[in-house]
C-alpha cells in the first residue's frame, strides 16, 4: 500500500471518528436540553398551581372582608 492511500485511509478514518463523535455530542446536549425544558414546564405549572390557591384566598379574604363591612355598615 503506498503513502498516498494509508494517508487517505488514515485521515477518512480521522474525519468518521470525529464526524460520529460530534453527533453523540450533539445528540446529548439536545437531548439536555429537552430535559431542561420539561424541568421549566414542571416549574411552571408549580407556580401557576401557587398562584391560583393565591388568588382563591385573596378572594376569600375579599368576601369575608366585604361581609364584615356589610355587617358593620348596618350596625351605625
Known amino acids: 500500500m ?3 492511500a494509508k494517508v487517505v485511509l488514515g485521515s477518512s478514518c480521522l474525519f468518521s ?3 460520529i ?3 453523540h455530542y450533539q445528540q446529548a446536549a439536545d437531548r439536555e ?3 431542561q425544558g420539561v424541568l ?3 416549574e411552571r405549572q408549580q407556580r401557576k398551581s401557587e398562584n391560583v390557591s ?9 368576601k369575608q ?3 364584615a ?3 358593620s355598615s348596618e350596625i351605625t
Open 2 to 4: 503506498s503513502n498516498v
Open 17 to 19: 471518528v470525529t464526524v
Open 65 to 67: 372582608l366585604k361581609e
Open 21 to 23: 463523535g460530534y453527533v
Open 40 to 42: 421549566r414546564d414542571i
Open 54 to 62: 393565591i388568588l382563591q384566598k385573596q378572594q376569600q379574604l375579599t
Open 33 to 35: 436540553q429537552l430535559h
Open 69 to 71: 363591612s356589610g355587617i
